[in-house]
C-alpha cells in the first residue's frame, strides 16, 4: 500500500496559522526563518527527510528555510516569490478558483492558440492578457495554452529557465493573476492549457540540489542535469512534480499541462514517472468532476505516449506532431538543414494524414536510423499540430515568422493545412492575422559566466540547422521587445478573416467528427495533394505547393462526379464574405464525364464541399 505523503509547501491553516513541509533528506535539521520577525525555529524532520512545522505566519509573511550552517535558502515548493528566485519566499493565500460553469471538451475538439505572457501585450502580464481574450474567442480558438509561467530568473524569459515550479512569475502578476487569467478565460468559454517543464530546472537560483536527490548524474539532458525519476529517493521527486501538476490543475483551475520535451525524461521504471503523472493528474480531475488534458512534447514520434494504460501506453490525451510541421515548412520553403533534412516532399504531407506521423519505423537521414513507429491505431485528434510555434519561430537565428521564408502566399496555405487537418490545430500567438515581430530568445540572468554561456550555447545550437550567422544577444533587453506583438496590424489585417473562416469551415463541417475517414494523395510530379474526408468524399482539401498553378484530376472513386460540389474556400482569393463561391470559383472546377478536374493557383489551398449525394 503506497504511503500518503505530506503536501509540500507553505499552506495555510487559518487566518494566522500556515503549516510548511519541504523534502530535504539532505538536513539532518532544517529551520524557519521569517525574516521580518527576525527569528529562526527547527522543523520536525520525519525518516522519509520531510521537514514539517506549524507556525504563525499569515498570508504574506515572507521565509526561508536555514540549514545548520546559516544558509538561508526559498521553498522548492514556494507559491510566490516576490524578490525573485534569489530572495525569500512568500506564504500565498489559497483560493479556490471559479468554476464558472465551464467543461472543458476533448483534446480533438479544441483549437489551442500559444502565447508567451511577456510579448503577448505591451504590458506583458496576465491582466493585460485578459483584455485581448475576446479577439481570441471571436476568432474560433478554445483553448489558451500559456508558454511556462513558473518563477525565472529576472523579469525576461522564455520560461524555460524555471526554477520556482510552484510559483507564477511575479512580474507576470504570480498567482492571483494567474487564477484571474484563468477565471476570465472560463467565463468566456476557453480553456487554459498550461506548459510545465518536468525534464530539467534553469540554472540561476537552482537551489533543489541542496534540499535532496532531485537530480542524477547517471544522465544529462541538453539542458543540463537531469531529474532523478527513477534511481534512489526517486519516490520523493515524483511526487515534488505530481504535486507540482496537481497545484496547476486543482489550485488554479488549469485545464490542461503540456508537458515539455518528453523524451528527455530519462526514466526505466516499470511505471513510469509519466504513466503515474497521468494517473493522478486524471483521478484528481475526475474526482472533482473536471477534464484534464496532459498532452507531451515529443519527437520520438511514440505512440505508446497516447495509448491507454489497459494497452500498454502512457495514458497522455495527447502529443505535439513535428513531423507534420516539418513536412509542409519543408514542402513550402525548400529547407533542408539539420532536423529539415529528410523532409520536402508534398508524399511526406499526405503520410502524415494517413499515418498519423512521416516517420513511423522508416530510416531518417537527420536521425541516421530507423525512427519513429507504426502509429495507425492513434486517433488523429490526438495529435497537436501546427505550423508556428514558439519553437519553430524562436530557435531559428532571428526568430523570423512563416512569412519570411514561405512568403504571404505560403503562409496562408500552411494555415489551411493545419486548421483542416484532422488534427488537433495549434496557432501562434499573431499569426492569424500576419504579425511580423520575430520572436526571439531572451533572457535576464544575473550572472556574467552564465550569460556568456547561454551566448555560445545559442551560436552552437544555430550551427547546423542554420547558416552561421550571428543570433540576437538573448540578455539585450531589445531583443525581449522586439518580440513582443504589435496588436495594430491586426485592425486592418485581411488574413484575419481568412482565419476565421477557415475556423468556421472547420466547425461547421465538423472536421473532428470526420477525422477518422481522413486520406491524403500527393502528387510529387505536380506538387499538389488532396486530404480527402468520407469515402466517397465530403470535403475535400486541395493543396498546391508548387510555384505556378496546378490542374490535375481527381481520383473518381473519392470525388465522384455526379456529386455536386461548390468551392468553400480558396486562399488565393481576397474575398471572404462566405458567397457559396469565391470570384473565379467557376474556372477552378471542371465537372467532367468521369472525373472531377480542379485547377489550384500556386501557393494556395482551395476547400471543396459536396452538395448532393453520389447518383
Known sequence: MKTELPRLGAIPESETLTRFCVWAPKAMRLGLHLPDAGRSEWMKRDQLGYHSIVAEA????????????????????SRAQPFGVHGPSMVERVTVPRALGFQNPTLAHHVIYELHTGTFTPEGTFQSAIARLDDLRDLGITAVELMPVSQFPGNRNWGYDGVGPFAAQWSYGGLNGLRKLVDACHSRGLAVILDVVYNHLGPEGNYLSEFGQYFTDRYQTPWGAALNFGGPESDQVREYFIQNALHW??????????????????????????????????????AIGRRALLIAESSDNDPKLVRSADRGGAGLDGCWNDDFHHAIRCALTGENRGYYKPFGSVDQIAKAVRDRFVFTGEYSSSHLRRHGAWSRDVPHGKLVVFTQNHDQVGNRPHGDRLDASAGEDGAKLAAAMVLLSPFTPLLWMGEEYGEVAPFQYFVSHTDPGLIEAVRKGRRAEFAELHDGSEPPDPQDEATFERSKLDWSRRVASPRLAMYRELLRLRRELDIPSLAASADAIGWEDKGCLAVFYGMPARVVVAANFGAGPCNWTLPAERVPPSISWRIALDTASRNWSRKPNPPGAEAALQPAEKALSITVPAKSAIVLVSQSEPE
Open 58 to 77: 499569515p498570508p504574506g509573511t515572507l521565509y526561508q528555510f536555514e540549514f545548520e550552517d546559516s544558509r538561508l535558502r526559498p521553498d522548492p515548493a
Open 249 to 286: 490543475v486543482i489550485d488554479c483551475g488549469i485545464d490542461g499541462l503540456r508537458l515539455d520535451a518528453v523524451h528527455a525524461i530519462i526514466d526505466h521504471t516499470a511505471k513510469t514517472f509519466i504513466e503515474e503523472l497521468a494517473e493522478r493528474v486524471h483521478d484528481a480531475a475526475e
